[in-house]
């Protein structure tokens, strides 16, 4: 079965940068559009970004447009997240997953001084 | 932007069957697919539909997935209970090239 895992996650200062990864196996990786989404802590699920098959469209939620960047690489099968100008309520497990079946185990970004 | 309006929680007992809703605030629920997930405590989310009422391999007959355009809700029903069910559960679904996901809602099997 097809798996996806995240690293990368740690504690940073804020107004700092951290630099996701998200490795998959087992799966067509180009085949599928790839997403990051966070669950801060003790709350619900949010999308962050999101990325088609051949980074030809992006997007990103409102809350962190113009600080992070989503890209992919296809031939490492790996997607990543650069996250620059962390703040507190950046706080979260951040999931790489595809939305109809494949998901990541998170990794965890603690912003705090 | 529209909202996708979940309860936040349910309870039924082992061997019942549940059905929990999800709202959308506007625009019509058939325009995009609905996903639903299920998160144990302490672990990642987990696919149970998708395409509205598709289950990924593994996932067990007793989910079921459904749309209704007439309260413009999607439905995730659990038949045949079982306390390994007791999670939150998550719908999600698209507005153009945003995802957007429900509040959660916890599901307590007692």
């Known amino acids: 079965e097809g798996q996806l895992v995240e690293s990368g996650g740690g504690l940073v200062q804020p107004g700092r940068s951290l630099r996701l990864s998200c490795t998959a196996s087992?799966?067509?990786?180009?085949?599928?559009?790839i997403h990051w989404v966070r669950q801060p802590p003790g709350k619900g699920l949010e999308w962050v970004s999101g990325?088609?098959?051949?980074?030809?469209?992006?997007d990103y939620a409102d809350s962190v447009k113009g600080r992070f960047i989503v890209s992919r690489d296809n031939s490492k099968n790996s997607l990543y997240l650069q996250m620059n100008s962390l703040r507190a309520d950046d706080t979260a497990i951040y999931y790489c997953?595809?939305?109809?079946?494949?998901w990541g185990q998170g990794t965890l970004v603690t912003v705090s001084s | 932007n529209f909202l996708l309006t979940q309860p936040p929680s349910v309870s039924e007992s082992p061997g019942k069957t549940v059905t929990i809703s999800c709202t959308r605030s506007?625009?019509?629920?058939?325009?995009?697919?609905v996903q639903w997930y299920r998160q144990r405590p302490g672990s990642a989310p987990h696919t149970v539909i998708f395409?509205?009422?598709?289950?990924p391999s593994g996932v067990p007959d007793r989910f079921s997935g459904s749309i209704d355009s007439s309260s413009n809700s999607a439905s995730l029903t659990i038949s045949g209970l079982k306390t390994e069910d007791e999670a939150d559960y998550y719908c999600?679904?698209?507005?153009?090239?945003?995802?957007?996901f429900g509040g959660g809602t916890k599901l307590t099997v007692l």
């Open positions: 395409d509205d009422n598709k289950r």
């Open positions: 997953t595809n939305l109809e079946e494949f």
């Open positions: 506007s625009g019509s629920i058939t325009t995009n697919y």
């Open positions: 999600q679904s698209y507005e153009t090239s945003t995802v957007v």
């Open positions: 990325i088609t098959w051949n980074s030809a469209a992006v």
């Open positions: 087992r799966l067509t990786f180009d085949d599928h559009a």
